[in-house]
């Protein structure tokens, strides 16, 4: 069964320009997609249509079988879990709070949640003795990262909206986050959009790629026919990954 | 040294004061708090609404407040002569600096964290609870840091309306020309002010680490549970249904006065005397009468002929107290009889330019003034038996218009020779301390001033007892004992109500 349907959807900011212009993309159960693309070309309003942090204004929104309409959007929002660029942590919660957010708005008990933090903790690689009780503001950029992370899987949502969440880490942390969310995803399987401009995050972490340009998905494909395509606007991006390849190697 | 000694022998009333004080500025800034966070929620929330918000707070804030407690004093309700009117100006100078980083904390958020928040399921009301207000909290703290420093300066204003606080000895050292019975005011209000800033200024250095917000927040609500409480406390006791509430105007002899009738009742009656004593001028200690917030004070028969009832100026004594008589009955209130002295206004010139330029009259003055300076207080200047008339009866012109200024300063003013003409008190203690002369009114202009105990009539119906023991006050006391009686507090710095003790059991 599809886990996120975008079925011709549009977006248009009121009185300003069309952002998205008649997307359709069917996303299964478990299944990695990345959209990659400029800046400006519709990944991250596509992707805030899913927990409803937008509203398309034509087209529909599928979400676990529901049209994300029909979701009473707090529900909805806290079934799904969002990791963003620079994490958004309280900056006034430690690390344990910040991940126990969702499961004290879901009114969990003191021991679940202790338990589920550590847990998860553990799981992004963050030692509980060490960081349960720390502030953000004494964390360093690839620790933040993994407490959204921990933070986004603490209900154990089905889905997780991610956008640029490695963007802002230096080379040598990029590449351990991304493998260890290689790792965590072949665990938990969840249904996942990634948001990246980088190609080659993409065609490393993803089931499959969409390209989009100008409000539109312009080719969507698992990364090895990604790589053959001809498309000269597909090609464009790919070739702009060879360069850092060559470079941080 | 004196500034200690009188901190001693003043301890229980410092002690009071400063309660007051306190009890002021906290009320009204916790009130402030509870508009102004709201307030500011509001407007962050409405960028619309915030240019508008912000710039009437802007508005409130630059009006002076001896001027707010003015247009306070008639409005129901929230009006009066009082601490109630005090709280209600402090609240509204507070209203400025809290909206105004309420709004700056709420929108000082980095928009990725509200996101996040939004983005987890949070209700609007969960954010603003749980990521908002406490991130926007330091720069809340730093408002209401701002609010309450400035409160505890706006406080010493409101003794002016008998709103009480550390501004009574401020206000007492003035009328005595005193320094220092005015630094016994003005140094524990500053160190207050100090006390306040500092402590904030603690808190809001706390909250911006980020730890033990709970208890915090804990600490905030005992505070303001047990200010609301004391304050409630002290509204009760404030005011029992048994109490005669005693006013006084903010200069001496209205202060050795409203002691005398005060301790009179107390004596004669057994009943228990509230003072709200310095209420700052005429109208202000007329309204408090009119509203019921004074039961009695002493006013003087040309003074509420001219000023309070706007007739034209009389000369025959008996025929003005009719008159005035009759117009505070049509107002439900009583004049009892004169207490025996009439304190005109006497144009004052130093004892050296009377000697050397012989001058008897004002009439002989008249002919020198062209090269003189003049001060008068504000009161003088604008009440139909003032400046005006004055200068149109005797053809009086100065070298530059008169200056305006606190009546009790024009005598020093005129002494040190900043002034070579004042209109004072007939009766002022410092007229022969300062070695001042005052010049006969030949032209008869200034109506005869009386002082007589003015009383609400319902009062007077209700305890007939007091309007007895101020019966007995009626002639008793001559111009030259009031001068004395002056010259005791403003050169001798004896207590007002010392005063008035010793006056007593000399009359009895």
Redesign the interface.
């Known amino acids: 069964m599809a886990a996120i349907e975008f079925l011709d959807v549009s977006y248009t900011v009121p009185g300003g320009a069309q952002i998205l212009d008649h997307v359709s993309l069917v996303i299964g159960e478990g299944e990695v997609v990345a959209l990659v693309g400029r800046s400006g070309a519709g990944k991250t309003t596509l992707l805030r249509l899913v927990n409803r942090l937008l509203e398309p204004d034509a087209g529909r929104v599928v979400v676990g079988g529901r049209d994300a309409r029909e979701w009473e959007p707090i529900r909805l929002r806290r079934s799904i879990g969002y990791v963003i660029q620079d994490a958004g942590l309280f900056p006034h919660f430690t690390v344990a709070d910040n991940i126990a957010v969702v499961p004290r708005l879901e009114g969990w008990d003191d021991a679940r949640i202790r338990s589920r933090v550590d847990e998860l903790l553990q799981l992004t690689g963050l030692p509980p003795a060490v960081y349960a009780d720390r502030w953000p503001g004494e964390l360093s950029g690839g620790e933040r990262q993994r407490v959204g992370v921990a933070r986004a899987l603490a209900a154990d949502p089905a889905i997780l909206l991610m956008d640029e969440p490695f963007g802002a880490l230096d080379p040598v942390t990029r590449a351990e986050l991304q493998s260890e969310f290689r790792g965590v995803q072949r665990r938990l399987r969840k249904t996942v959009i990634l948001v990246t401009h980088d190609m080659r995050e993409a065609l490393s972490l993803a089931d499959r790629v969409a390209v989009m340009e100008s409000g539109e998905i312009i080719a969507c494909d698992a990364p090895p026919a990604m790589l053959a395509s001809g498309d000269a606007r597909v090609r464009k991006l790919l070739e702009a990954v060879t360069v850092p390849f060559s470079q941080d190697s | 040294m004196r500034l200690v000694e009188f901190w001693l022998s003043h301890r229980n009333e410092l002690l009071t004061l400063i309660g007051q004080h306190i009890l002021l500025v906290g009320t009204a800034t916790l009130v402030a708090v509870a508009i102004g966070v709201p307030l500011g929620v509001f407007a962050a929330r409405r960028p619309r609404m915030s240019a508008p918000l912000v710039g009437f707070a802007n508005m409130v804030q630059t009006v002076p407040s001896l001027a707010m407690f003015g247009f306070l004093l008639p409005v129901p309700l929230l009006g009066g002569v009082g601490p109630r009117t005090a709280v209600v100006v402090l609240i509204l100078y507070g209203l400025l600096p809290i909206v105004r980083t309420t709004i700056a904390g709420l929108n000082g958020i980095?928009a990725?964290?509200r996101?996040?928040?939004?983005?987890?399921?949070?209700?609007p009301r969960?954010l603003l609870q749980?990521?908002e207000l406490?991130?926007a909290l330091p720069s809340i703290v730093a408002g209401v840091r701002v609010a309450a420093v400035v409160g505890v300066g706006s406080a010493t204003i409101a003794a002016a309306i008998g709103a009480g606080g550390l501004g009574e000895y401020i206000y007492r050292g003035l009328s005595m020309v005193d320094t220092t019975v005015i630094l016994a005011g003005a140094i524990p209000a500053a160190v207050l002010a100090l006390v306040v800033d500092g402590g904030l200024l603690w808190v809001e250095r706390r909250l911006g680490s980020?730890r033990s917000?709970r208890r915090l927040g804990l600490t905030a609500g005992a505070v303001s549970c047990i200010a609301v409480l004391l304050w409630g406390g002290a509204l009760l006791a404030g005011r029992g249904s048994e109490t005669i509430v005693v006013g006084s105007k903010n200069f001496t002899e209205g202060v050795i006065l409203g002691e005398i009738v005060a301790q009179t009742i107390e004596r004669e009656t057994g009943l228990a005397v509230q003072r709200r004593f310095n209420l700052g001028g005429t109208l202000i200690c007329d309204r408090a009468l009119l509203n019921g917030d004074i039961d009695v004070y002493v006013e003087y028969t040309g003074t509420a002929l001219t000023a309070i009832f706007r007739q034209p100026l009389g000369q025959d004594p008996a025929a003005v107290l009719t008159t005035v008589r009759e117009s505070y009955a049509r107002s439900g209130r009583a004049v009892l009889d004169p207490l025996g002295f009439d304190n005109t206004f006497a144009i004052l010139v130093r004892g050296r330019d009377a000697r050397a330029l012989a001058l008897r009259t004002i009439d002989d003055a008249a002919r020198h003034t062209s090269g003189w300076r003049a001060g008068f207080g504000y009161e003088f200047l604008e009440r139909p038996d003032g400046y005006q008339g004055l200068a149109s009866t005797y053809g009086l012109r100065f070298q530059e218009p008169p200056r305006v200024m606190d009546l009790t300063l024009t005598y020093r003013a005129l002494a040190s020779g900043q002034v070579d003409l004042i209109a004072g008190d007939a009766t002022a203690g410092l007229i022969s301390a300062l070695d001042l002369v005052p010049l006969e009114d030949n032209r008869q202009y200034f109506p005869p001033y009386d002082a007589v105990p003015v009383a609400r009539s319902d009062m007077l119906l209700r305890y007939p007892e007091v309007g007895a023991a101020l019966e007995t006050l009626a002639g008793r006391i001559s111009a030259a004992r009031m001068r004395e009686m002056n010259h005791a507090a403003d050169a001798g710095r004896e207590d007002p109500s010392a005063i008035a003790r010793r006056f007593l059991s000399e009359v009895r």
């Open positions: 980095p990725p964290v996101e996040a928040g939004v983005a987890m399921g949070m209700t969960q749980q990521v406490p991130l980020r917000h």
